[in-house]
């Protein structure tokens, strides 16, 4: 890999922002993780940029934007060490079906309950911070189930437990494993899901969710990716231009 790139280097390899090649954007990427050592600042908000972009082009160029994810996702690296704190988190798209990708991103849009989540390093632990408005079709799939308030006004729900390994899909890349399959976790899918977070640069990074393609499988399907970074840097990572 390069040691350094210079801002016109950078400049030409930046991908077209509506439409890109998979193999354009992992290539500026990589370059963004070198330039990371240097400048990180630009760096996390341009990769943050590059995925928040994929995202928006996944209703018109599906096959072009999953792939941008996936290559993203392969150059990141597991974390070295455990995620401590609160990190705010965007759902980038579903990956589902064809079919039923449309709806779920419109539901998104329009309704979005997730905002990231909360990793205690010493106890390998965390969960997911909820709008209050999440409570409420909660209860309708888990009755029993109750969600945590917070000092904000937000909520905590669904508590998972954080270690590394090979990925399930990735089985070549290291990976930090975000697993539901708790007792205190509702049965019904939350118990069956299985996130894999990579750092792609410094406080910048990717996740896939996956779903067990049944409740006695050791088989897992991607059902959508979605970033995180770290809550202080919330002001210097503003969203992609909305025409990507």
């Known amino acids: 890999m ?24 992992e ?5 963004l993780q070198v330039l990371a050592e240097t400048d990180p600042d630009l760096a ?14 996944a209703g018109r160029r599906r096959a072009e934007a999953h792939d941008s994810l996936n290559y993203i996702f392969r150059l990141g690296t597991v974390p070295e060490s455990m995620l401590d704190g609160r990190f705010d988190g965007v759902a980038i ?30 106890t390998q632990t965390g969960d997911n911070v909820m709008l209050p408005s999440a409570r409420l079709p909660s209860k309708l799939f888990w009755p029993s189930y109750r969600f945590r308030r917070l000092s904000d006004g937000c909520y905590a729900a669904f508590r998972f437990r954080t270690y590394s390994g090979a990925g399930a899909l ?7 494993k975000i697993d539901y399959d708790w007792d205190e976790n509702p049965s019904l899918l939350i118990r069956n899901i299985l996130d894999e977070l990579v750092q792609v640069v410094p406080d910048v990074y990717l996740g896939k969710a996956l779903l067990r393609s049944g409740p006695r ?20 990572l503003t969203p992609a231009p909305p025409h990507a």
Not at 27 to 31: D, F, G, I, S, W
Not at 170 to 176: A, F, K, N, P, T
């Open 27 to 31: 290539r500026y990427v990589e370059a």
């Open 44 to 57: 996390r908000s341009q990769t943050w940029n590059q995925i928040r972009r994929a995202g928006m082009r």
């Open 2 to 25: 390069r040691t350094n790139y210079s801002l016109q280097e950078l400049l030409t390899l930046q991908p077209d922002p509506l439409e890109p090649r998979a193999g354009e954007v």
């Open 217 to 236: 499988s050791s088989g897992w399907r991607l059902v959508g990716y979605f970033a995180l970074h770290s809550a202080a840097l919330s002001p210097l």
């Open 93 to 122: 798209t579903p990956t589902t079906f064809a079919s039923a990708d449309p709806a779920l991103r419109a539901l998104a849009s329009l309704w979005m309950p997730w905002l990231g989540k909360r990793f205690d390093a010493e």
């Open 170 to 176: 990735d089985q070549e890349r290291r990976v930090l």
